[in-house]
């Protein structure tokens, strides 16, 4: 199945960092982006194509999605917890677009917020597990500067200006962790940001910096 209009071209792949497949699984839905386009989609209709037989002479069945937006070359594509809003964000410029879904599937194509971040590509988007924080993201640019973003509102505070290389919610999204590039840790309370602990660098680091947290552990 041919998900996307035009494929990635094999000479210019995204970075290592861009996260362009998301999927809202309550809603059944599907959001993916190509070099010229973001798809939303439902997740059965997507089983559905796998299903389909292709055409004469074709292995690739032909696929066509509820809803394409012509953005090109985006970086990041993330659904709140709450599964209400699409997030995305540019390659080059960075910046964040929110959209609500419901306007989406309506084909309602413009974005209810727009967030700016300093013309900085976007290295990670992290929404907030919880439902009931739903609103709130953790975005990491690649100048190493970490915000917490709500983004209903559009308002973003600066956590850290620099040296934030991962970063992790807590299972109940009342905290976060942030890796830094000297190997150390983090945890801050995402309702006052006030710092609740330190993780030191381990003494067999050597040279290296935290480059991820699969998950953060702590209670809140």
Known sequence: MKLLPTPWPSDDVPPATATLLAVASKRGLLAAAGPDALILTSTEKARHAFKKDAKDNDVVTDFAPDVTLPVPRLRQVAFSADEDFLVISSEKEGGLAVFAVDD??????????????????????????????????????????????????????????????????????????????????????????????RIPRPKDLGDGYTSMFSACPYAE
Not at 166 to 174: E, I, Q
């Open 104 to 197: 989406l599937l309506q084909q309602k194509k413009e974005p209810g917020q727009q967030i700016a971040t300093a013309n900085t590509p976007v290295r990670a988007m992290l929404p907030n597990p919880s439902l009931d924080l739903s609103q709130y993201m953790v975005v990491i640019l690649d100048s190493g500067r970490l915000d917490l973003i709500d983004i209903t509102t559009g308002t973003a505070i600066t956590v850290r200006d620099e040296g934030v290389t991962c970063a992790a919610w807590s299972v109940r999204g009342k905290a976060f962790v942030a890796g830094f590039a000297d190997g150390t840790a983090t945890i801050y309370m995402s309702a006052t940001r006030e710092e609740r602990g």
